[in-house]
């Protein structure tokens, strides 16, 4: 059964930051690229980042850019995003996710951030 469990989340003040981690099983982590979405409130679901399989490359939504780093361990099986110069329009529930083709598309149950002072 394919799990993914998000965790790090929490309330940092503007300017801050937080590192959000995402446990994978239940599937051959290191074939598959991994996403980070967020949805926050009163807004569509919307792909923050992604990483390749084996962390060959990177991709940014440019709200994100230059303040955000995605990575994986793929021996923890372990997808991170850490994310500074935090703003109250980062606050959102954050997700992981991996499409696996035909097997299908996996989410996790999200972490919830949220910048306020």
């Known amino acids: 059964q394919v799990q993914l469990v998000e965790s790090g989340g929490g309330l940092v003040q503007p300017g801050g930051s937080l590192r959000l981690s995402c446990a994978a099983s239940g599937f051959v982590f290191s074939y598959y690229d991994m996403n980070w979405y967020r949805q926050g409130p009163g807004k569509e679901r919307e792909l923050v980042a992604t990483?390749?399989?084996?962390?060959?490359?990177?991709n940014y939504a440019d709200s994100v850019k230059g303040r955000c780093t995605i990575s994986r361990d793929n021996a923890k099986r372990t997808v991170y995003l850490e994310m500074n110069s935090l703003k109250p329009e980062d606050t959102a529930v954050y997700y992981c996710?991996?499409?696996?083709?035909?097997?299908?598309?996996?989410w996790g149950q999200g972490t919830q951030v949220t910048v306020s002072s």
């Open positions: 996710m991996t499409r696996r083709g035909t097997l299908g598309d996996h």
């Open positions: 990483i390749g399989a084996t962390g060959d490359y990177t």
